[in-house]
């Protein structure tokens, strides 16, 4: 079974640019999960779709958004981005929308703002 | 809020040493609680899982973790390290009704041969 698969892998904008990001998960999962990941804060949530609807948010600017589409695939975009914006930015699937299911993390776009 | 503190951004042992890292949650209810491992250039690995009941867990690798209510802890452990464990590790608890996971700031651990 192919595991989480994120693309691009590396990712080099400009600040004011926008971004998107595809993740598609593990064959049968219905959640997908985005987390941010920088050195200074961490690992922090983003978002979580479960059935094409988006079930929770993290604290993050509306510059932030995301979909997920009748196939589970799942896609993130950043628009007027900041230099602040990067990050390893890493996708997760689960099976259930509830966080006791075992989390699949992609390897990440790597994105950066210069 | 829930939030979950790994004391030690750094770890270093000798390879056959014992690996301890140590995680702490704050909210008064058990959360669910996890760690994951992250190697060079890769996503997250689940190594372990606590949910309910034995309060000691068994994980992949040789990795075991305590839960310990009283402490609010949920430390990681592996008797005998080997070169092969070095990566960072990341302590992470249920967000609730939010439905994700809080991540603690990671430990990296470096093996020593």
């Known amino acids: 079974k192919a595991g989480v698969t994120q693309t691009p892998r590396y990712l080099i904008k400009t600040r004011g640019q926008q971004v998107t990001l595809s993740c598609s998960p593990i064959?049968?999962?219905?959640?997908v999960s985005w987390y941010q990941q920088t050195p200074g804060q961490g690992l922090q949530f983003l978002f979580e779709y479960f059935s094409e609807t988006q079930r929770n948010k993290g604290n993050f600017p509306g510059r932030f958004s995301g979909r997920q589409f009748s196939n589970s695939r799942s896609e993130m975009n950043v628009s007027t981005l900041e230099l602040g914006d990067s990050a390893l930015y890493l996708c997760?699937?689960?099976?259930?929308?509830?966080?006791?299911?075992?989390?699949?993390f992609g390897s990440g776009t790597q994105l950066s703002v210069l | 809020a829930q939030s979950v503190t790994q004391l030690g951004s750094h770890v270093s042992v000798s390879e056959g040493a014992l690996v301890l890292l140590r995680c702490n949650y704050s909210s008064s209810v058990p959360p669910y609680l996890f760690w994951y491992v992250q190697y060079p250039n890769q996503g997250l690995q689940l190594l372990l899982k606590?949910?309910?009941?034995?309060?000691l867990v068994k994980g992949i690798n040789g990795f075991e973790a305590e839960f310990k209510k009283s402490e609010t802890s949920f430390h990681l452990t592996k008797p005998s390290a080997h070169m092969s464990d070095a990566a960072e590790y990341f302590c992470?608890?249920?967000?609730?009704?939010?439905?994700?996971?809080?991540f603690g700031k990671g430990t990296k651990l470096s093996v020593k041969p």
């Open positions: 992470a608890a249920d967000g609730g009704s939010q439905g994700n996971l809080i």
């Open positions: 606590y949910t309910t009941g034995a309060t």
């Open positions: 064959s049968g999962h219905r959640s």
């Open positions: 997760a699937s689960s099976q259930g929308p509830t966080t006791n299911e075992k989390l699949f």
